[in-house]
């Protein structure tokens, strides 16, 4: 019998039906690894259910908290805390967004693998947007920018390997110069849509599925959808998602106020999900600078089309004016956008290419895994 490789993951935190948790989840579905998960916090009630038949192990302290103090208490779990045995490992994988990279200050694998989803964007692509949130962050983040990146370039020279999702996010990674080319392994996608039935009726809803936190401008799909004429022509806009940031949210529905035409929906079932997506006419989807962008790419599989700011990852899947429209983060600009796929010729022509686009599943995805960990397991 052939032994399995055994893999460490660490997690920063498992708290949502994300992308990050989704990678995880694809991950140990595999029956070829024999993979730990270990997280500083892991919220059974708020992830996939499926996660509890898998082990998972809660280290270090929580991280919960406003965004400076979630940070600083994350940065003290990863310099502090060290996994035990992790020489047992074939290999280690950190799961980062930007700072869980840090770990291997503490935990040293020869093969260690960082499975990026982004380099901190705090720190580069939205240092103005984080910068300009309030007056505190404007006084401290400048230092704590330039600490944290002077430890990013030490961390990632104890880095193998990075693994990523799309062409963006490897792109950040050279931009920044933390790690060479070749040795950048991209996975694609982290979805299963390849049993998705399209859809083939639609009402006058436009969804944005999405977490409720500012980066993902639900406010500025308000505003453009207020711009647009679709209200007046019996449309709805439904946003649908986990509140993640709780002021946000209440600041959103003091916006919303009882406007009859704009639905909030909180901590969607997948079935809901599932629903909206089959009944809407299309999607929108206004998040600053996504890294990958796994709506765009849902919405697609159900044959929707999608009207996307034009940035991040969502620009290598939605052709412009092919499966959907891209546009600049400007609610006059967005509202017209939303107003010219009311034409039939336009719509259909839309529809037709998101009908078209290519299907993304976690088979490709493991697929290109299992060929990158091969790679690495095979190299001294």
């Not at 959808?225 to 949210?249: Q, T």
Request: proline share 3%.
């Amino acid at each position: 019998m052939v032994k399995k490789p055994r893999l460490a993951l660490l997690v920063p935190w498992i708290k949502s039906k994300g992308g990050a948790e989704r990678v995880v989840l694809t991950l140990l579905k595999d029956k070829k690894y024999d993979i730990d998960v270990y997280t500083f916090s892991y919220q059974k009630e708020k992830t996939f259910k499926e996660l509890q038949n898998f082990k998972i192990f809660e280290v270090g302290k929580r991280g919960d908290g406003a965004f400076i103090t979630k940070g600083l208490r994350l940065f003290r779990n990863l310099l502090a805390t060290e996994i035990k045995d992790l020489d047992k490992y074939d290999a280690f994988i950190i799961s980062t967004a930007g700072i869980t990279e840090f770990a291997v200050f503490r935990n040293h694998h020869k093969k260690t693998i960082a499975l990026t989803h982004t380099p901190l964007r705090a720190a580069h692509s939205m240092y103005d947007y984080y910068k300009n949130e309030s007056y505190t962050y404007r006084l401290i983040l400048p230092v704590m920018v330039h600490v944290y990146r002077f430890l990013e370039k030490r961390a990632w020279r104890k880095i193998r390997y990075a693994m990523v999702l799309s062409d963006e996010v490897r792109n950040r990674l050279l931009d920044y110069h933390l790690i060479k080319a070749t040795d950048i392994i991209k996975l694609g996608p982290c979805a299963d849509y390849s049993k998705v039935h399209r859809s083939v009726t639609h009402k006058k809803i436009i969804f944005y599925p999405s977490r409720f936190i500012n980066y993902k401008r639900q406010d500025l799909a308000v505003a453009s959808f207020r711009a647009s004429e679709l209200p007046k022509r019996g449309f709805k806009l439904v946003l649908g998602g986990f509140v993640e940031d709780k002021k946000y949210f209440r600041e959103l529905e003091a916006a919303v106020g009882s406007d009859k035409n704009i639905i909030l929906k909180t901590n969607l079932s997948e079935e809901e999900l599932k629903e909206l997506y089959r009944d809407c006419y299309a999607t929108i989807f206004l998040a600053i600078n996504e890294d990958t962008g796994l709506v765009p790419l849902e919405s697609l599989s159900y044959g929707k089309p999608v009207i996307s700011v034009d940035e991040g990852g969502p620009k290598e899947f939605i052709k412009n004016g092919v499966n959907g429209l891209l546009v600049n983060a400007d609610p006059k600009e967005i509202g017209k956008a939303l107003d010219s796929i009311v034409d039939k010729k336009l719509y259909l022509k839309l529809k037709k290419g998101a009908i078209a686009s290519p299907r993304y599943d976690s088979e490709s995805f493991l697929k290109n895994f299992d060929r990158g960990i091969k790679t690495i397991l095979d190299t001294r």
